[in-house]
């Protein structure tokens, strides 16, 4: 049976969509091989790509994965989706070319633009039904020009519900794609498309399902989730994000919500309310991109630094001391330093658990790629440096002050056995690991309690999480 390997970029969108390929390969007999064994004696025989635009690296990434994927894997089927092949697609076809001049069969690369995607849904049947031993590029090739004729609709994008969650250990719902704001130093929007929104129903049935299959927390995800936007006619007005996690919660009973990145602006009262419900996880990541106002102003965002500060004091009223994080882009055209030190000084008194900071990329087709007043890349990335000592630093206090306190938490795969700890996240993301004296502790995706103990040993292999925990009970239900 031919057998199937996936090698992600970019968001948590992008994830989800890989898994739910992932679940359809294996729905259909396919063996899916983790990317680190595609490259052992059992290579995979297709090997697909979902890419990223939201950075220069990220598309040199990509290129450089891809062509030492066409180098190392003469034979295989290499097939490149996402972002990055939505808005750029001549230049990886033009990678499939590059293997001609070593007599490579320069037909193995085929390139799927973002918005027909879905089709990687389908293949796996096509591949069975056609060639479920052996795969056949041009064969293969042709069907997905014949599929592509047809332009997939905006429905197709919410067809990425996967079946199970093999390759995480919790469960994600992506509820809207595509974004309306105009940022000028964004393309995503130019792949992803407008905003769309996944009905109300759909979601909480989705939600029902997982809950029905014992997955005790699931993560709400899209490009630009507060523009969620429920417009079926079967409704009286339209629902919102903070109408919809209402709605969801009603209709489920034990499931967490987890979500992902929220825009500012996107905290109104009516949100914040439902946000205090005790099944809304306390975590929240702000896609805040700066601190100074004349950068945000430059940047097209709808918010200013005291909008923030408001929706962070908020966020602190409704949840007992949660995780905050935020995104911050340094180096974007007049960023002066001045600007700059308002951005690490508004981050420093707003007490982010995690910072996730990068340097700006120019973006062909955004207007911030003509915008004169350029920061050196050094200086970009020495900025950087600094915001991620302070986000490292929060962090670190964040998990001191919840030394000795109860919290509930997800169980997780062991990438690096630690015997008897088990790894977890906990409901206001903190990655632990959890003391057992059982030899048989509850299985990965259990929902348990635990008692913060401590700072993790130091050493190899233990860098990456933030607290010991002592193992209480399990979660009922």
């Known amino acids: 049976m031919v057998s199937v390997s996936l090698y992600t970029l970019g968001c948590k969108v992008n994830q989800l969509e890989s898994e739910a390929i992932a679940h359809a390969f294996s729905v259909q007999g396919f063996r899916v091989l983790p990317w680190d064994r595609a490259a052992g004696e059992q290579g995979a025989d297709i090997l697909v790509f979902n890419t990223c635009t939201v ?12 062509r030492k994927a066409l180098r190392d894997h003469p034979k295989a089927v290499l097939m490149v989706t996402g972002c990055y092949a939505q808005v750029a697609r001549e230049a990886l076809d033009a990678l499939g070319k590059e293997g001609g001049a070593d007599g490579l069969d320069t037909n193995r690369l085929m390139v799927v633009s973002g918005d027909t995607k879905s089709l990687l849904l389908d293949m796996p049947r096509f591949l069975a039904e056609t060639m479920p031993e052996e795969v056949a590029p041009v064969s293969l090739s042709q069907w997905l020009r014949e599929k592509e004729r047809s332009r997939t609709p905006a429905s197709e994008r919410f067809r990425f519900i996967p079946g199970d969650f093999s390759r995480h250990s919790r469960a994600s719902v992506k509820i809207q794609d595509g974004c309306d704001n105009y940022c000028s130093y964004c ?28 997955y005790a927390e699931a993560v709400l995800t899209g490009v630009n989730i507060t523009q969620y936007r429920d417009t079926g006619i079967h409704r009286e007005r339209a629902l919102h994000l903070g109408p919809l996690l209402g709605y969801l919660l009603a209709g489920t009973e034990r499931i967490r919500l987890r979500l992902s990145s929220l825009e500012p602006e996107g905290l109104t009262e009516e949100l914040l309310a439902v946000l205090a419900h005790p099944r809304i996880r306390p975590h929240f990541h702000l896609s805040l991109q700066s601190g100074s106002p004349r950068v945000l102003k430059q940047m097209g965002r709808r918010y200013t630094p005291e909008d923030v500060e408001k929706g962070i004091r908020r966020l602190r009223a409704v949840k007992d001391d949660p995780f905050l994080g935020c995104d911050i882009i340094t180096g974007f055209p007049g960023e002066t330093e001045e600007a700059f030190e308002e951005t690490y000084a508004f981050c420093r008194c707003s007490g982010f658990a995690w910072i996730h900071a990068f340097p700006y990329s120019p973006r062909p087709g955004t207007a911030a790629y003509t915008y004169p007043e350029a920061v050196s890349e050094r200086d970009a990335v020495l900025r950087v440096e600094r915001l991620g000592a302070l986000g490292r630093a929060g962090r ?3 998990s001191r002050r919840w030394q000795g306190r109860e919290v509930e938490a997800i169980l997780e795969a062991s990438k690096e056995p630690h015997p008897p700890f088990v790894p977890a996240v906990s409901d206001n993301y903190l990655k632990l690991l959890v003391l057992f004296s059982d030899p048989e502790p509850p299985p990965e995706g259990s929902a348990i309690r635990c008692r913060i103990r401590g700072l993790p040993f130091r050493g190899e292999g233990f860098s990456r999480f933030d607290a010991l925990g002592e193992y209480l009970q399990d979660e009922p239900g």
């Open 55 to 66: 950075t220069s690296k990220a598309e040199q990434k990509a290129r450089r994965v891809i």
């Open 187 to 214: 393309r995503v929007r130019l792949a992803r498309g407008r905003s769309v929104s996944l009905e109300a129903d759909h979601i909480r049935a989705a939600l029902q399902a997982l809950e029905a299959k014992g």
């Open 396 to 398: 670190q206090a964040y």
